[in-house]
């Protein structure tokens, strides 16, 4: 079945320590984005990508890097400089155009301990 | 710059009854597309429905209906007939006119359906 795929369900990590998550697409998108979700503040964008090595910062890209080396991959990295790294992942994709539905996987929750 | 606000951070209403999600966005551009996602206890957010803002129409999709009122900035989202399944977080979203533009949420609105 196509989808998007993101793993680990739930990752632990310690202070100081740089974490990688995980997003797979089988959709043939161009466009995959990555969005923090805390409550109360809804969905803010990290970083997305409308095509295979290009992406560019979202509104809260400080603390994160990512890379798309290929169309179906992009995975976020949160590094020890993310002051506050505890919270919801959510990856998603989309062909290109403004009208097009953005599909999600089903998040990452990352917890720093 | 674009922003989203969702002014009802909760609202609750009983089954088989409707509820209206209130929705409003700033921007200068003429045409852009407007989304509700709904996000259940899954977590896994699912498009609910689309308004592109050139059509007049307002888009409808089974029980969900919006009413898109463009001078007024204004996207709301009725649910008709609510059920138990529609409990979840409902975000509106704001897309410009062109390919390179950002999805950009709102802070959602958590709705409860009460049996």
């Known amino acids: 079945d196509g989808g998007i795929t993101q793993s680990p369900k739930y990752l632990f990590r310690k202070e100081g320590q740089n974490v990688t998550l995980s997003c797979e697409q089988n959709l043939n998108h161009d466009a995959m984005y990555w969005y923090r979700q805390d409550p109360g503040q809804g969905l803010r964008l990290i970083y997305y990508s409308q095509i295979v090595n290009d992406f560019q910062k979202g509104d809260i890209a400080e603390g994160y890097s990512v890379s798309r080396e290929k169309k179906e991959s992009f995975p976020l990295t949160v590094t020890s400089a993310q002051k506050n790294p505890t919270a919801f992942y959510l990856c998603a994709s989309s062909v290109q155009g403004a009208d097009t539905e953005a599909f999600f996987g089903q998040g990452t929750r990352l917890t720093v301990v | 710059a674009q922003t989203v606000t969702q002014s009802q951070p909760e609202m609750s209403v009983q089954e088989a009854e409707t509820v209206t999600l209130s929705c409003t966005y700033d921007?200068?551009?003429?045409?852009?597309?407007l989304f509700w996602y709904k996000q259940p206890p899954s977590r896994q957010m699912i498009l609910v429905i689309r308004?592109?803002?050139?059509?007049?129409q307002n888009a409808t999709e089974n029980r969900f209906s919006v009413n898109f009122q463009k001078a007024a900035k204004s996207f709301s989202l009725k649910i008709s007939d609510s059920q138990l399944g529609d409990t979840a977080m409902y975000f509106c979203?704001?897309?410009?006119?062109?390919?390179?533009?950002?999805?950009?949420f709102g802070t959602g609105t958590r709705l409860q359906v009460f049996p």
């Open positions: 979203a704001f897309r410009g006119p062109y390919n390179t533009d950002k999805l950009i």
């Open positions: 921007t200068s551009e003429s045409n852009y597309y």
């Open positions: 308004q592109e803002a050139y059509k007049q």
